[in-house]
């Protein structure tokens, strides 16, 4: 019978653990870590990537195929293209206006991260499902917080894998075209004044420009992974979760142009935009200059404090969703 208990044991393949034994914080990143893995293995996940990174082709290759353009337009700006009834002088414009966009300026990530952020909010519906909304809706939460963690380690641990996705789709490819602009010229890099000093157009370059992309994407990463992690355990599945962040990104924008735009209310009523709200501060961070909006909008002050607002209400709502979790420890 003892010789028995020992064959068994042995099958199960136990062994003592021979590392070093760390705090429970270390368990934020094999949480994330899981997380990511279970969306990784979903062939919609990088579909959806796959589309993603056309917009990023787009303003990698568009410099170079709109000087080839601009060079195969002819010199007469009255000529008529063949094919087309538009004098040749209108096109000549608008490739140039397309050129000054893609120069590496802060318009060119401006439009980049604005454009982008349709394709984050069809991901994040998917991650939210997966990351997130499978572990309430299969009761895999108890066995988290089973483990010596608190419920704050395991949303941190979900707060970083949505962050990571949301980095591989925003701030990784501005941080390619960047290195793209750099490598054509050293000036870029290294002179914060480029483009006012060469005529090119306005705000800054160099390391200011690059701590305004990071700052961007620091701020898309932490607002958006704390309001993910709250949406997806409150609604769970990926249908429910599209119909929400539909509401709260495009209706609510709509909502915001009516009451501003075309009722001419006050501005602070912009701020039910939560994507307005985020485009603000992070073209702060860019360098653009309050005034240059074309619409009334909020303070930074106003827009940064709705922020802090939301993030607040999302992360009380978690603790709140994770306490009445049942647990068997």
């Known amino acids: 019978m003892l010789c028995g208990a020992r064959m068994s044991a042995g099958l199960l393949h136990y062994r003592t653990w021979q590392g070093r034994m760390r705090g429970p914080w270390c368990s934020v990143w094999p949480i994330a870590r899981v997380a990511l893995g279970n969306l990784l293995r979903r062939r919609l996940f990088w579909v959806l990537y796959a589309f993603a990174c056309l917009l990023f082709l787009m303003f990698f290759f568009g410099t170079y195929l709109l000087a080839w353009a601009e060079s195969q337009l002819p010199e007469d700006p009255n000529a008529r293209l063949r094919g087309l009834a538009v004098p040749a002088g209108n096109v000549m414009r608008l490739v140039r206006r397309a050129l000054q966009i893609l120069n590496g300026s802060q318009e060119t990530f401006a439009y980049f991260f604005v454009y982008q952020g349709s394709m984050v909010m069809v991901i994040l519906t998917l991650a939210g499902a997966v990351l997130v909304g499978n572990d309430f809706t299969h009761r895999s ?6 483990k010596p963690i608190n419920r704050w380690h395991y949303i941190l641990g979900k707060c970083l894998a949505v962050a990571i996705v949301l980095n591989l789709v925003t701030t990784l490819p501005a ?3 960047f290195s793209q602009h750099a490598m054509g010229d050293w000036d870029y890099l290294v002179d914060s004044n480029y483009f006012i000093s060469s005529g090119l157009g306005a705000g800054p370059a160099g390391p200011r420009l690059l701590v305004g992309i990071v700052a961007f994407g620091l701020l898309l990463s932490t607002f958006l992974s704390v309001m993910l992690v709250a949406t997806a355990s409150w609604v769970r599945r990926t249908l429910p ?8 990104f495009m209706f609510l924008r709509l909502l915001a142009n009516i009451l501003v735009d075309g009722l001419q209310h006050d501005a602070r009523w912009r701020l039910v935009d939560l994507w307005n709200s985020i485009c603000l501060l992070g073209f702060a961070g860019l360098g653009y200059d309050h005034g240059r909006w074309p619409t009334p909008q909020p303070s930074y ?3 940064g404090l709705v922020l802090l607002g939301v993030s607040t209400l999302c992360l009380i709502y978690l603790n709140q969703r994770t306490r009445a979790v049942d647990v068997i420890k």
């Open 175 to 177: 941080l390619v075209l």
């Open 301 to 303: 002050l106003e827009a």
């Open 141 to 146: 939460l108890s066995f988290y917080l089973a």
């Open 241 to 248: 979760l599209v119909m929400v962040w539909t509401t709260l």
